[in-house]
């Protein structure tokens, strides 16, 4: 599956998982709103998604006012953190230096809970 594809998914499963999973949204509600997007490191492939209690939004690139931003190294590094996207992954995606954070670390945290619902 190409990245791409993976990411348009993504936003369909987060306003799907907004529609009908009431654990979703009631974690979203806590959150109040997060925007964060993921892309490779030269932005040939992004994606950015606006998530409030009230809808979810995505659209292509990485606009600058996001919160958070998971940055990799190529579009191969990305498919495979991101088909089982647990804590673990993205730390030794961090730690091996095939993934940069932009933003604060808390707001990774918090996008983790929310996928536990997904």
Known sequence: MTLRLMLWLLS?????????????????SELGHLDWGIGTEDLSI????????????????LPVDL??????????????????????????????GKLRLVGDSGDLAKLQRLFKYL
């Open 67 to 96: 919160d958070l931003e998971l940055r990799f190294e190529d579009p191969a590094t990305a498919v495979s953190v991101l088909r089982k996207p647990t804590s673990r992954a993205f730390r030794e995606g961090l730690m091996a």
């Open 12 to 28: 369909v499963m987060l306003k799907r998982a907004r529609r009908r999973k009431p654990r979703f949204r009631e974690a979203l």
């Open 46 to 61: 992004a994606r950015h998604y606006r998530m409030t209690p009230d809808g979810i939004t995505s659209g292509p690139s």
